[in-house]
């Protein structure tokens, strides 16, 4: 998917920008693009994956994350991916990449990689597959219901990109917000979408500082999304 069609598909490209902002922005995700294709490129696909990990309890009804209070069991990825396949392997390690890429050039405190698919109960969820930052849930509902309460399942389902850049005066004026971690002042969560324009996940970023999705930071995000689908491709 071309730069340009994801900004328009995402909703991340305003009518009102202008040309030298739109040159700028297009110039930076594709000077991103690049490093992060090397990146994945170069993993190294005989390391140790992450096929589990911690996350928290969640409250009554399962709606929220008890923050601090970790789960006795941790998740186990494997599960809902299909096993530990070589296949599999590779697609964490790749994603694994991303992740630490995307950890060395930017300022944000925490970062996730979704991916959409069915679980053991056969509902349509956004799973994690790689991350960086302190422990979070692990599925997000695709349900109406639940996207009224958090941004992932939002944009998991709707397809346009979210971005909070004031989180506390977001809540002040009404908004509804899953919130992991009460330090999280600033957010972005942004869609993935394969070539043929179908949502496939979404990538989520949470940052301890107001202000911080613009121009670098935001074009980084952006190259991410237009890479993650192709390395889920890859494996399926």
Not at 1 to 28: E, K, W
Not at 116 to 134: H, I, M, P
Not at 151 to 179: C, F, H, M, W
Request: net charge negative; charged share 20%.
């Amino acid at each position: 998917m071309s730069i340009v069609t994801y900004l328009t598909q995402s909703g991340l490209l305003p009518a009102d920008m202008d040309a030298a902002s739109r040159n700028s922005l297009l110039a930076a995700v594709e000077k991103y693009q690049n490093e992060l294709k090397a990146a994945v490129k170069n993993a190294d696909l005989k390391l140790e994956v992450q096929w589990q990990y911690q996350v928290p309890e969640l409250g009554e009804g399962g709606s929220c994350s008890l923050f601090g209070q970790l789960a006795a069991e941790p998740y186990d990825v494997s599960a809902i991916l299909g096993g530990k396949t070589p296949a599999n392997h590779a697609l964490l390690a790749r994603l694994g990449a991303i992740s630490r890429y995307y950890q060395s050039h930017s300022q944000s405190n925490w970062f996730g990689i979704y991916q959409k698919r069915q679980n053991s109960a056969g509902e349509t969820v956004l799973v994690k597959l790689s991350y960086f930052g302190e422990p979070s849930r692990a599925e997000f509902p695709l349900t109406t219901e639940f996207a009224a309460i958090s941004n992932n399942s939002s944009v998991g389902l709707s397809g346009k990109a979210r971005i909070i850049n004031d989180v506390p005066a977001y809540l002040q004026q009404g908004g509804e917000y899953y919130t992991c971690d009460p330090k999280v002042l600033a957010e972005a969560c942004i869609p993935l979408f394969a070539d043929s324009g179908e949502l496939v996940g979404i990538i989520d970023s949470e940052a301890f500082v107001k202000d911080l999705f613009h121009r670098d930071e935001l074009a980084l995000l952006i190259a991410a999304a237009l890479l993650v689908p192709v390395v889920f491709a890859a494996a399926a």
